[in-house]
């Protein structure tokens, strides 16, 4: 009675408090939404939502909260401006209510200016749903209004999977207990990847919940997951950020997120004791028949290992038994083992490896950075995580060139930022190319944007430098800041050279080529050039791949305004007002 009362305080006066935790878009690692999230007083025993949403429930109150908790999630999402979607919780059994009204969240919208095409209704379930027609009808309505639809905590609760299937949501949310943890559990991983396949094959995207720690976004990022939420970005807040890309992984070294690291594989399996009576051992082995391999450690370090398969061969003699009752494992362990840091890249550890003395080894040992012993790895959760690395890195490369394209390049970008060293981004862009592929047809202009490819690349000095292919003519390069003028000016001049190559000979003694315009006006295009825009970047002067990307769209076209092959320099920042510009044709480059 007194909670009842309690609520319908609540109710009437209006007292909750809104909290929005932003959820991510991986690959562009942006903010893509908001969840709203509702609280009680913070004096009240109602300050849980759980504990309120199941006194709403008891006490007949339950559309009331619902309808509630939506306009003061709507009113505080829009008076905070806050960009994205806006995920509103909804209790699926408050859209069969009888009491139910229906359009009272588009008139909340309406209310505050804000479109439906904005907001994604996400099912919230602590009870069953009983009929699924209805629930059908429900979806259907907010759909014909714009709305989009969300399923939370999948594999938890009532039957979620069944509800996936019958509701066909346009995103799903996978329970917090799959997540914790994955980088150290390759048979989650496996689950999470198998859910991934259905999510694409259903068009539904999935947002993991609960990512904590660095290691479970790794895992999370190489498993091409697209969306993500948890503490490790930002926890719920009145106030929460607008940016969270300088708290993403894309700071840490840019290789070992790249590849994906030993950690990835590592499954935690407590080790043994120097000292560990024989028989102790044994009887392990026997309770655990699943463990290939135990790791003995010594103050926490590895000094050997025991294989199951060879240590109880020693057993298979009758006297064994007595012959090693009294040992301890010291004088059985195998001291020929691989141990790997648990940073080790990858394809850095497939090489340790296969280059071991006996490729028999399936296991491996993993230690910190203070060699004290993590867990064991195994050679077939390593191939699997490479897989998906390259499926990865296929699916997200440009078709033509094999080059990485946008998501990439977004992420190669914001490592650099995250780093805090300055760097160039240079926009490579070719001038009359659409006339020449009109007019020698798109094979031969395929061979042109794959002869500037390998041009760049050829350019390109070892790790240090990235390039990426954004589509068509288009090139992203990034390289260190000291020689970024002069990796422009060479591939400029190399490019003038090759250029007249791709025309045939009586074009390259005209110097381009005339061909019709849409008014049917001939028109003369001369040898196609190239365009380059150079942008300094300092974590201050830009603080995400977005504000580059921006920047090099206003520095191209200014790029293109100057005839022939040219370099645009962004010269308002300071590390490059040292520097001389060369001029590269009978214009000097335009610049800023």
């Known amino acids: ?64 909260l619902d309808l509630l908790c939506r306009r ?57 749903i009983h009929d699924y027609d209805l629930m059908r009808q429900a979806v259907a309505h907010y759909r014909s209004m714009g709305f989009r639809v969300a399923l939370d905590d999948l594999g938890a609760g009532y039957s979620s999977l069944r509800h996936w299937a019958e509701l066909r949501p346009d995103f799903v949310k996978i329970d917090r207990h799959f997540v914790s943890d994955i980088d150290h559990d390759p048979l989650k991983r496996q689950f999470l990847q198998s859910l991934l396949e259905v999510s694409r094959s259903l068009e539904c995207s999935v947002i993991a919940e609960g990512i904590e720690t660095a290691g479970e976004y790794h895992c999370l990022w190489t498993l ?63 309770a655990q028949p699943t463990i290939r391999c135990l790791t003995v450690v010594e103050a926490g370090r590895p000094i050997g290992v025991v294989r199951h398969h060879d240590f109880l061969n020693l057993f298979t003699n009758p006297f064994s038994h007595a012959l090693y009752a009294r040992r301890t494992i010291d004088e059985l362990l195998d001291t020929h083992m691989i141990v790997t840091g648990e940073s080790t890249p990858l394809e850095t550890l497939s090489q340790q490896i296969t280059e071991a003395a006996s490729f028999e080894q399936q296991d491996f040992v993993i230690v910190d950075e203070r060699l004290q012993y993590l867990g064991m790895g195994n050679i077939l959760d390593l191939l699997r995580e490479i897989t998906a690395l390259q499926v990865r890195s296929a699916r997200h490369a440009n078709p033509l060139t094999g080059l990485p394209g946008n998501v990439l390049i977004n992420e190669m970008m914001t490592r650099w930022l995250g780093r805090g060293e300055p760097f160039a981004a240079i926009y490579c862009d070719l001038d009359n190319f659409k006339a020449y592929n009109d007019a020698y047809g ?85 040898i196609v050039t190239l365009s380059i825009a150079l942008q300094p970047v300092t974590s201050a002067s830009h603080g995400s791949a977005l504000d580059i ?22 010269r308002r920042h300071p590390i490059l007002r040292t520097t001389e510009a060369l001029p590269l044709d009978n214009e000097a480059p335009a610049v800023i």
């Not at 070992?256 to 080790?271: D, E, I, N, T, Y």
């Not at 921006?550 to 645009?568: D, I």
């Open 1 to 64: 009675m007194q909670d009842a009362m309690l609520l319908e305080s609540i109710l009437c006066e209006e007292k909750l408090n809104t909290l929005f935790q932003p959820i991510v878009d991986a690959s562009g690692q942006t903010i893509f939404g908001y969840e709203a999230l509702v609280r009680g007083p913070s004096d009240s025993p109602l300050h849980s939502p759980l504990t309120l949403f199941d006194t709403a429930a008891r006490t007949g109150h339950l559309v009331e």
């Open 72 to 128: 003061l999630a709507i009113q505080r999402f829009v008076s905070l401006g806050l960009p994205g979607q806006l995920f509103l919780n909804v209790m699926p059994t408050s859209l069969i209510e009888c009491d139910f009204r229906e359009g009272l969240t588009m008139t909340f919208l309406d209310s505050v200016g804000m479109a439906p095409e904005r907001v994604v209704i996400e099912l919230t379930e602590h009870t069953p």
């Open 224 to 286: 091409n997951c697209p969306f993500l939420q948890g503490y490790y970005f930002s926890r719920p807040s009145e106030t929460p950020p607008r940016a969270i890309s300088h708290l993403l992984p894309a700071n840490n070294n840019a290789d070992s997120l790249s590849q994906g690291s030993a950690a990835m594989v590592c499954r935690h399996v407590a080790p043994i004791e120097r000292g560990t009576p024989v028989l102790e051992v044994v009887e392990r082995f026997k």
């Open 442 to 526: 798109y094979a031969h202009g395929d061979q042109v944007i794959n002869a500037l490819s390998c041009l760049l690349q050829q350019h390109a000095r070892g790790e240090s430098d990235f390039i990426g292919h954004v589509g068509g003519d288009d090139f992203i390069m990034i390289v260190p800041i000291e020689r970024a003028q002069h990796t422009c000016e060479t591939i400029l001049s190399d490019f003038e050279y090759l250029a007249p190559s791709f025309y045939s000979q009586s074009d390259r003694r005209q110097g381009g080529l005339w061909i019709r315009n849409r008014q049917g006006e001939k028109t003369f295009y001369p």
């Open 549 to 570: 990307a921006n920047s090099l769209s206003e520095l191209k076209h200014r790029a293109k305004l100057c005839l022939g092959n040219s370099l645009f320099i962004d």
